[in-house]
């Protein structure tokens, strides 16, 4: 399952992966990311939520490529991804070496609390 939300105000849109995802979904996922960029101001902020992921398909790698790629070319300045489990790390920072211009701050966070402390920090 996956969620997408935009938050035009905070210039920040987040992707929530959780339980069993498949590659149907993330392609899924995919459009509604697409539909949800040119909302968006450059600069904007990308928040990964992978606390409730419990497994991801293999195949979902090139739709979370392609998602990464689209935010890259829409100007995302920063990715914050909750990943409370290490183990839970799909390969998004491998991927985001290749699909991410190398000024694009990312930053692993282990729970929403520490991201959104990350996140106040950063607007005073």
């Not at 992978?50 to 890259?72: F, H, K, Q, V």
């Amino acid at each position: 399952m996956f969620g997408v939300a935009l938050n035009q105000d905070e210039n920040t849109l987040t992707i929530s992966y959780r339980g069993r995802v498949t590659h149907d979904e993330t392609r899924l996922c995919e459009e509604e990311v697409k539909l949800a960029l040119p909302i968006l101001e450059p600069d904007f902020r990308l928040i990964v939520d992978l606390s409730g992921l419990e497994t991801m398909d293999l195949s979902c790698s090139p739709c979370i490529a392609s998602i990464m790629e689209r935010c890259n070319a829409a100007g995302v300045a920063e990715v914050l991804r909750i990943i409370p489990d290490p183990s839970r790390d799909i390969g998004l920072q491998i991927l985001s070496f290749f699909h991410y211009s190398p000024d694009v701050y990312v930053h692993t966070c282990e729970s929403l609390a520490e991201a959104n402390e990350l996140l106040e920090k950063q607007t005073t």
